[in-house]
């Protein structure tokens, strides 16, 4: 059980079956990150397999989000002609993404009241891991708990979007493929490079800008709602 090779098998075994279900079923409430993540939690309890253990080799397919989120430049330089040709549009979503986000955590902190650390926690949610944990550590708050929200974040959005598409009749590439980017991260992205290469790319280049974006604003962000709490 402490073998790396267990919890690669386990991870990997896992989440095939449950993209074999959600392609069989077709709900996007059937997201393969959430099942399997759930699935591995109620195997790792039933069998009392210490997280410690599974840990193990699970930090091997962590180290694969780095160089998973450098490789979406790849269809970003496929289709630069079209990142060329609405750049006024990229750039006003991604902005208006990230302000949207800042808001959000405003209302909800003061809303819940809370501590300085969870707002800290939360201010990256929308961004990829990779970048969300070190933020969320620079400014205080709990990587873990930043880690939780993140895939959190990324399930909903990528679960929600096909049905949100379907309420608000949206039938453009280049936007659905921004929102996805830009609330979604990286799971967003994955679920827009599934649908068609647009809005693969518009996603790759929202998640990456918005990634930078928030680096960038954090900071302030975060001491600006910590203004608001007092």
Do not use: W
């Not at 059937?30 to 997280?51: D, V």
């Not at 902190?109 to 990829?128: F, G, H, Q, R």
């Amino acid at each position: 059980m402490n073998s790396p090779l267990f919890s690669i098998c386990l991870t990997l075994a896992v989440y095939s079956l449950c993209v074999k279900l959600q392609e069989k079923l077709r709900s996007p409430l059937l997201n393969p990150l959430l099942i399997s993540s759930i699935t591995i939690i109620f195997i790792l309890l039933f069998f009392k397999i210490p997280y410690e253990s599974f840990k193990v080799g699970g930090d091997f397919v962590t180290l694969l989000i780095a160089p998973a989120t450098v490789s979406l430049a790849i269809p970003l330089y496929k289709n630069k002609e079209q990142l060329l040709k609405h750049k006024k549009v990229i750039i006003i979503s991604i902005i208006t993404g990230v302000i949207a986000h800042a808001i959000s955590i405003g209302a909800l902190s003061l809303l819940l009241n809370l501590d300085s650390n969870i707002i800290a926690s939360l201010v990256p949610k929308s961004v990829t891991t990779a970048i969300a944990q070190d933020v969320s550590a620079n400014i205080g708050g709990i990587p873990i708990i930043t880690i939780c929200v993140v895939i959190v974040t990324g399930i909903l959005g990528s679960a929600l979007s096909p049905i949100l598409v379907k309420v608000f009749k949206l039938d453009n590439d280049i936007s659905i493929g921004l929102a996805l980017g830009t609330s979604a991260h990286a799971v967003g992205t994955s679920k827009a490079i599934e649908t068609n290469d647009i809005q693969g790319t518009m996603a790759s280049l929202a998640l990456i800008f918005t990634g930078i974006l928030t680096v960038i604003t954090a900071p302030l962000t975060f001491k600006l709602i910590e203004l608001l709490m007092k």
